[in-house]
C-alpha cells in the first residue's frame, strides 16, 4: 500500500506517534498490518557504516568500500566524480540492504579541532554545495536515500551537544546556510538531518525557522527531517517546529509524550499527521530491508569479496 493518506488515516494515535521515533539504533517502526516497511539508515560520508546488529549504534560494521573522505573529494572540484561515487555508493548500500545513507554533510570548516571536518567538504560554500548536490544527485539516482547533514552551524566539537552558535542573517545565509540550500533546491534530499547544537539560542532539533520556515517553506524541502541521534531534547517541541522523525530509538517516554500532547490538545494532530506522512513516503521509496546479518554469519568472506567486486566494476 503507497497511498500515503490513505495509510495515515487507518493508523492509530499510538501508531503514529511510535512511527516518528526509531525502532532501534538504525531502523525506523514497521507498521506490518498496514503494510508499512522497516527503513534500516546508515552511516555513509565516505562508505556504508552497517552493523549487523541494528540495535547497537557503535560495532564492527560490515565489510564495505573505503572511499576517499569528504575533504579529499573536496581537492578534486569533480562533479562527475561525485556523481559516479554516488552510484557506487548506492549500490553498495542495495547490496547492504540500506535504504538511506546519512550523508553528505556540507557544514564549513571552521576550526582545525572540528571532530568531523573530515566528512565535510570544504570552507567554500559553493564548491561543498555543488558537490554535495552531485552526490546526492548519484546517490539518488539507484532508488537509495540521503540525509544532508548537519543542519545547521554545526562547526565545532567543544560542547557539541549544547554549544550556541550566534550568527547574524546574513553571515548565515551567506556562509552557513548556502550549501544546504544549494543541494536541497538542485537535488531534494529524501531527509535533512539537525544539528546537535543551538542557533540564535534555540536548540536546531527546536528551530521552526530552521526547519520550516526556511528549510520547507523558503526552499521547497519536501523530504523528512531527522535528528542527528540523540540531539532532541523535548520531542513535543520538536515536532511543532518540524522535526519528523527522532533517532534513534526505541523511545517509550518519547511516545508516550507525543500521544499525551495529542489527546490533551497540545500538540494539534494535523501536525503529527504532516510529520507521518513524510516519514512514510521515504520508508515507501526505499527498497525492502531483508537484513543482512544471518548472511554474514554464514558468507563474511563471500559477501567481502561480492562488495568488493561491485566498487572496482563502478
Known sequence: MSDIAAVVAKMTLEEKAALVSGASAWTTTPIEHLGVPEMLVADGPNGV?????????????LPATSFPTASCLAATWDVELLHTMGQAL??????????????????????????????????????????????IDGIQSKGVGTSLKHFAANNQEFERFSI????????????????????????????????????????CSENYELLTRILRDEWG??????????????????????????MPGPKPRRTQAVIDAVTAG?????????????????????????????????GTTHLRAALQQKALSC
Not at 100 to 112: D, F, H, Y
Not at 183 to 199: D, G, I
Open 164 to 203: 550556541n552558535a550566534k550568527v547574524d542573517e546574513r553571515t548565515l545565509r551567506e556562509i552557513y546556510l548556502t550549501a544546504f540550500e544549494m543541494a536541497v533546491k538542485q537535488s531534494q534530499p529524501w531527509s535533512v538531518m539537525c544539528a546537535y547544537n543551538k542557533l540564535n539560542g534555540v536548540y
Open 49 to 61: 557504516r552497517r552493523v549487523p546488529d541494528v540495535h547497537q549504534v557503535a560495532a564492527q560494521s
Open 221 to 246: 524541502f519536501q523530504g523528512f527531517v531527522v535528528s542527528d541521534w540523540g540531539a532532541v531534547h523535548d520531542r513535543v517541541a520538536s515536532l511543532r517546529a518540524g522535526l519528523d522523525l527522532e
Open 90 to 135: 548506492a549500490e553498495e548500500a542495495i547490496a547492504l540492504d540500506v535504504a538511506l545513507l546519512l550523508g553528505p554533510g556540507v557544514n564549513i570548516k571552521r576550526s582545525p579541532l572540528g571532530g568531523r571536518n573530515f566528512e565535510y567538504f570544504s570552507e567554500d560554500p559553493y564548491l561543498a554545495g555543488q558537490l554535495a548536490a552531485s552526490l
Open 266 to 298: 497540545e500538540l494539534p494532530e494535523a501536525v503529527l499527521d504532516a510529520s507521518v506522512s513524510r516519514v512514510l513516503r521515504a520508508a515507501f521509496r526505499g527498497p525492502p530491508c531483508r537484513r543482512v546479518a544471518p548472511l554474514m554469519c554464514a
